[in-house]
């Protein structure tokens, strides 16, 4: 299996390459040159396997330059107990129609855990055989979940030093708390002044500018990416939607071969590109549903085929969906109208911030795609909701989903079984979620309303986030968006 770039066919690499370069030179990402299929058999005999057993076999069929060997030690160090749950992304029956798909039981208790965990290992295999043993430095701009869960990644890994920007109002105290206190030899954190895409942009730029690039290569260093542009990140989450699909009809929820739809909150387009690669790969998906909180930048372009973030940002109590540029959408755009189109409207995004794709690109887009909205008051009379009626308690982000789903459900009359991709424990983001189920504003301070969370539900915090309160805080430092790369440099010490 090669890799090409959705702006130049021409690239051909293996997949360790891509996932050692991150994004390629041209500033497109590495797509694969065909989707595998799955057949119905193949599907079926991977309801027999465990978690790990059913993330070799996805991913041996697009990272065939790995050996089974060390496709093995990566899906075996991924996931273990590092989880909390034996079966790693477990599914709850919610309701008729529901069931929620819990993606966060992993280190950080946030979704990105499950790609953070095996990319490194990725990376250790890859960088052996891509290129030849230079230092990685892997830099990371997040809108909270992903710094957390690639600093865990990859503390302490060898020949790795990861740094990570986060912006310093868009996260959530916890968020702010997981990534200031982590420990490591090799990790470096620091808030910037500004909002997400500002930060993504400092690091695309930081990544692209070839001075900085020449000044790690003198030191035998070089830039990879952990952001959700890399290759070595959506791969892993394929897994989960197969794997889900499996536990559904292992549960009785639906025979072998029925159609089931995928809701998934929605910011960089990383998890939802995920489940239309599974669907591509032959998995029996009706509509991919993608859910987005007040900046709905991806509805309105899944229905209208305008993408357009000439507007106003929200800042929400589902952060980690705060975001006006979704940079895999790229890819899906390769998939269905090539790279010459995708070439001119990312041009266009770059130069007018929107970009009107074709009619015929449209039509495919409304055929995969549902897409849907939600604001704050609506995501919190959905978690209190769902915990009254149904016992459940979601966090901010699957309650966007919940709530786009059942819109869906109601506007359209599909009632056909849905699987919600759960993103994080409620525990993350204690007082939207505990305000949302006490009705009233809290006047607490977090972990107490972690503590009163865990008293009125009957859950447990998780203890990733309960033990935070006693570490002690290692990074305080702010820089603005324009001296990122002066971070860079001082983190390395060149
Ligand atoms: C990152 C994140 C999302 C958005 O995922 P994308 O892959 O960027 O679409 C949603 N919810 C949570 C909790 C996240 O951390």
């Keep these: 299996m090669k ?24 500033g497109g990402l590495f797509i694969p040159e065909s989707i595998p299929r799955l057949t119905a058999d193949e599907l079926t005999a991977l309801r027999g396997e465990s978690y790990a057993g059913r993330a070799k076999n996805i991913l041996s069929r697009y990272l065939t330059d790995f050996t089974a060997d060390e ?34 039981k992993g280190p950080t208790c946030a979704f990105k855990d499950m790609a953070l965990q095996i990319l490194p290992r990725f990376l ?15 830099l990371v701009a997040t809108s909270g979940d992903t710094g957390k869960a690639a600093l865990e990644g990859f503390k302490d890994v060898e020949n790795t030093r990861i740094l990570v920007f986060y912006p310093s109002d868009g996260v959530s105290p916890m968020q702010k708390l997981q990534m200031c206190t982590q420990e490591g030899g090799n990790v470096a954190v620091s808030a910037i002044k500004g909002n997400f895409d500002d930060a993504q942009t400092g690091v695309k730029s930081i990544f692209t500018n070839p001075v900085i690039i020449k000044r790690l290569a003198e030191n035998n260093l070089a830039f990879s990416s952990a952001n959700s542009i890399n290759w070595g990140r959506l791969a892993p989450q394929i897994v989960y939607y197969i794997s889900a699909y499996c536990d559904m009809v292992e549960g009785g929820k639906i025979k072998q071969g029925d159609k089931i739809n995928i809701c998934v909150p929605t910011g960089n387009f990383g998890n939802i590109l995920a489940a239309y ?37 929200y800042t929400t109590i589902s952060p980690s969906m705060d975001i006006l540029i979704s940079s895999n959408l790229e890819r899906l755009l390769y998939h269905l109208a090539g790279s010459e189109k995708v070439k001119e409207w990312m041009a266009q995004l770059k130069a007018e911030g929107k970009y009107t794709v074709d009619g015929e690109t449209l039509a495919k887009i409304k055929e995969l795609f549902a897409a849907g909205f939600c604001d704050d008051d609506a995501t919190k009379a959905t978690i209190a909701k ?8 979601c966090d901010t982000h699957t309650a966007v989903a919940v709530t786009v789903y059942e819109n869906y459900r109601a506007q359209t009359g599909d009632e056909t079984e849905t699987v919600i991709a759960s993103t994080a424990s409620p525990f993350k983001f204690s007082r939207a979620v505990l305000e949302a189920v006490e009705g009233k504003e809290s006047d607490l301070d977090e972990f107490e309303m972690v503590g009163r969370l865990a008293e009125i539900t009957g859950l447990e915090c998780p203890a990733p986030l309960a033990n935070l309160k006693d570490k002690k805080v290692r990074f305080t430092g702010c820089c603005s968006k324009d001296n990122m790369d002066e971070v860079v440099f001082n983190m390395l010490g060149i």
């Design 277 to 313: 690669y599974a669907k591509e790969m032959g998995l029996p998906v009706n509509k991919l549903i993608c859910a987005s909180n007040s900046n709905s930048v991806l509805t309105d372009f899944l229905t209208t085929g305008t993408y357009d973030r000439n507007r106003k940002f």
């Design 3 to 26: 890799y090409l770039s959705t702006r130049d066919e021409n690239v051909r690499i293996d997949s360790s390459y891509a996932i050692t370069k991150g994004i390629s030179e041209e």
């Design 386 to 393: 769902t915990f009254r009626e149904d016992g459940y308690l």
């Design 71 to 104: 496709l093995d030690s990566c899906v075996k160090g991924a996931y273990s107990d590092n989880f909390t749950s034996k079966k790693i992304a477990p599914l709850v029956f919610v309701r008729d129609g529901l069931n929620i798909l819990e993606l966060f």
């Design 124 to 138: 250790t295999v890859a960088s052996k055989k891509a290129a030849g043993g230079t230092g990685i430095v892997i």
